[in-house]
């Protein structure tokens, strides 16, 4: 097995365990590396590590254009991860950084992220799932029309013309008021 394929490899096994995509470059950081040893060996710090650096390179990864979309998600993220170690099990936590969840607004919006992809990465970083609304965006209104020609029997022909009109609305979760 060649480098390239064992990077590959990697990042499909820590995808598959963690239910976050990995990119190849996270596989490639020697911390990580050093995180992924220790972690199979059962040390929990470097678990915990391992965890926030795959949502932190998840977030990096979702190409936010808000600036400062992506740090501000990742801070949350590890704010509200330390805060569930340092609390009682059943703390209500809040997610309560506007930028946060303007950037998780912006990847389910622009189609960058499902609200699938946001769970796993809050189940990643041993949080529960903030609650979420949904609201229906509009979409395009394709107008189709089709003419079908037909030939009968005794030479009669005639044209069918069918009009649709499809609409593209789309369901999009969102988070916040």
């Not at 990742?74 to 099990?89: D, V």
């Amino acid at each position: 097995m060649d480098y390239h394929e064992a990077v590959g490899k990697l990042s499909e096994a820590l995808t598959e365990t963690f239910g976050i995509k990995v990119s190849p470059s996270f596989v490639k950081n020697a911390e990580n590396l050093e995180n992924i040893k220790k972690a199979a060996e059962g040390d929990v710090v470097a678990l915990n590590k391992l965890r926030k650096a795959i949502n932190a390179d998840f977030i990096l990864n979702l190409d936010l254009q808000t600036d400062g979309a992506s740090e501000a998600l990742t801070a949350e993220l590890n704010r509200l991860s330390e805060e569930a170690l340092n609390n009682p099990i059943g703390t209500e936590l809040t997610l309560n950084d506007d930028k946060a969840i303007a950037a998780l607004n912006e990847a389910l919006y622009t189609g960058k992220a499902t609200i699938e992809d946001i769970e796993k990465m809050f189940n990643n970083a041993n949080l529960a799932m903030p609650e979420y609304k949904t609201m229906t965006v509009p979409g395009e209104v394709t107008h189709t029309t089709s003419t079908a020609h037909y030939k009968g029997p005794l030479g009669i022909e005639w044209d069918v013309t069918s009009e649709t009109d499809t609409s593209t609305d789309r369901v999009i979760p969102y988070f916040g008021d």
